[in-house]
């Protein structure tokens, strides 16, 4: 079965109101990107839960996808109506063959070479026998597939700085991909906490498959642990709300290292953890930073 495209290009402030007419005239669903994806016009935009932000670029291409046996004119037709009195450029009209989805998503996820000694492979792809650890982690319902920059850095201080036997707590683990690499690098207990079911789950799921002991507890339990070395990629809002609760989980002389942290973010998250913590920059990649930090002795 082919399914029926439409494409409009379109300003910011009129992408809600064509997405909304599009589920309205019968779009099975509906995508939007930025129009200048791969080009210097290119911006990123992040942001936090509960950020009230209008979510669009300045030049955004929205595509509906319909039933192929759809016409394209009636459709336009009835989006000019459902839309007035906007005006709507002329639709970019494709025809997409039905495809082996699963097969396609997974090629999106290739083995990822984090540093000479650890890769991070899909259960789907072949390992690298040159590869000293290999973590296998399908991506699933919780963030953490070892492809973002944030998740890289963490893992590269790790392979760095953890010393074996040293007892790690993976705050806000996410998939797990972590707290598993510590174990993986050589760490004692490795405590795995999420707020998210989903997390807790996915974090189970893939120490299993990669064959190593964790203990995974909820975030909304009273956790009442320290550690040697505690790391949290989260977010600046949640990471400011923490940092008390974090100072605590961090023995004395214990280590920190946050990250999912923007660049321009990080000087006011080192100023607020040096109330308990030598701060300090460990590495930057793109516009993401991650900060280390010793903990005073008193």
Known sequence: MAWL??????????????????????????????????????RAIYLEPGEDVFLSWGHNMVVGLFDGHMHAGQIFSDLVSAVYPLKLPDPVENFVDDQDWVRLTQQQFEPIQITKRLQISPSWSAVKETTEIDII??????FGTGSHPTTQLCLQWLERHLVPDQSIIDYGCGSGILAIAAKKFGAGNVVAIDIDE?????????SNKNMVALEVISAIDNVNLNADIVVANILPSPLTVL?????????????????????SQGQSLMDLYGQWFEMSTFKVMDEWICLQGSKHSS
């Open 5 to 42: 495209s439409l494409e409009f290009s379109v300003p910011g402030a009129d992408v809600d109101v064509l997405s909304d007419a599009l589920f309205f005239v019968g779009a099975l669903s509906v995508d939007v990107t930025d129009a200048d994806e791969g080009s210097h016009k290119e």
């Open 243 to 263: 940092a008390p609760l974090l100072s605590q989980l961090v023995k004395p002389d214990g280590q920190i290292v946050l990250s999912g942290i923007l660049v």
């Open 137 to 142: 982690l399908d991506p699933g319902l919780a």
């Open 198 to 206: 989903d997390a807790l789950q996915s974090t189970r799921y893939n």
